[in-house]
């Protein structure tokens, strides 16, 4: 589909599903290993993908037909997947506020939100918004709640969030009508390195308690420390 003069969308989908998000991070793969000329940059989204493009170099015809030769060939959603992570969390600090009013909701003990939350696998969707936040998917139903109608000023980054029927990791301080759960000590914007974004499209998270007293102890250590596998 056209956006505007100089890019298009190819919309795989109308859901938020594993199998779309793969395809559309494939076809992303494919495109920055072809040799089709006048792509300016991709932009992956949960259902879709953003090409955006120099028309004086390729017009709109022309890139469409390049575009189904690739996807002709067959999309390796296989090479698309990405990296797994363990992201420590704090659970109910810095107050539990927050944990009571999700408890109202979902009818849950603290401890059975801390179980639920814990044991899910998570999936990084989209990277976007502002800079290094990741969209997760994968929030089990037990936990699906509606997002708050005033959204809360200034969260710090860190913060471990739920709302609707997905998840966030902060980056940097922002409002959010989500709900917190937690504070993690890692930090998925770190402006001034060679690779800001700590997170990308594909990969998997899970998330483990740990106490608030070692938030500091964990807070300088290597983020590679949290992957536990290597690279796509």
């Known amino acids: 589909m056209p956006v505007g003069d100089c890019a298009l969308s190819v919309e795989f989908d109308n859901v938020i599903d594993r199998q779309v998000s793969a395809l559309v991070r494939a076809l992303d793969l494919a495109i920055a290993a072809s040799d089709i000329p006048g792509i300016v940059e991709t932009v992956p989204s949960f259902r879709a993908l953003l ?127 989500y709900y917190s759960v937690g504070q993690t000590p890692l930090r998925p914007y770190q402006r001034g390195a060679a690779n800001p974004f700590l997170f990308r499209p594909g990969d998997r998270i899970r998330f483990q308690p740990i106490l608030p007293a070692e938030l500091d102890v964990l807070a300088g250590t290597s983020s590679d420390r949290f992957l536990t596998t290597g690279d796509e």
């Open 51 to 177: 090409i955006v493009y120099e028309p004086e170099d390729i017009g709109f015809d022309s890139l469409i037909e390049q575009l189904l030769r690739l996807i002709s060939l067959g999309l390796n959603t296989r090479v698309s997947s990405g990296r797994s992570w363990i992201v420590p969390v704090a659970y109910g600090f810095p107050d539990e506020e927050d944990f009571r009013e999700i408890a109202a909701v979902t009818k849950l003990t603290t401890d059975e939100i801390v179980a639920i939350h814990s044991s899910a696998v998570f999936q990084v969707y989209v990277v976007g918004f502002v800079p290094g936040l990741p969209v997760l998917g994968g929030l089990p139903d037990a936990l699906h709640l509606s997002r708050r109608p005033a959204p809360r000023p200034d969260l710090p980054a860190g913060r471990v969030m739920i709302g609707g029927m997905q998840g966030i990791i902060v980056p940097m301080p922002m409002p959010s009508g």
